[in-house]
């Protein structure tokens, strides 16, 4: 079974800085794409940032400039830095990773979920 657990969320001024980490572990052939998501109450789930296998990464419009995705291959770990954080930011942030579990076999997964909030 694979698991995706996360760290680092809590309470933070506006135009503080916060760094999120979230491992992967269990039977891991490889680990394709992974994302940070987030989602405040009342509104839907949106991607965050992502990066590929490669390296290439994607940030959404709203945090461009302010946070970088990255990640250790070698540790199975994905970060997401978070500077100059505004109360906008405020939400429960997810972090997703497509796991490859044999060669022909990949899926979606979730981590459990950690409170943002940026008071302003």
């Known amino acids: 079974q694979v698991q995706l657990v996360q760290s680092g969320g809590g309470l933070v001024q506006a135009g503080g800085s916060l760094r999120l980490s979230c491992v992967v572990s269990?039977?891991?052939?490889?680990?394709?794409?992974m994302g940070w998501y987030r989602q405040a109450p009342g509104k839907q789930r949106e991607l965050v940032a992502s990066?590929?296998?490669?390296?290439?990464?994607n940030y959404a419009d709203s945090v461009k400039g302010r946070f970088t995705i990255s990640r250790d291959n070698a540790k199975n770990t994905v970060y997401l830095q978070m500077n100059s954080l505004k109360s906008e930011d405020t939400a429960v942030y997810y972090c997703?990773?497509?796991?490859?579990?044999?060669?022909?076999?990949?899926?979606?997964?979730w981590s459990q979920g950690t409170q943002v909030t940026v008071s302003s």
């Open positions: 997703n990773a497509n796991i490859r579990v044999r060669f022909d076999t990949s899926y979606n997964n």
């Open positions: 269990g039977n891991i052939y490889s680990v394709n794409a």
């Open positions: 990066v590929t296998t490669g390296g290439t990464t």
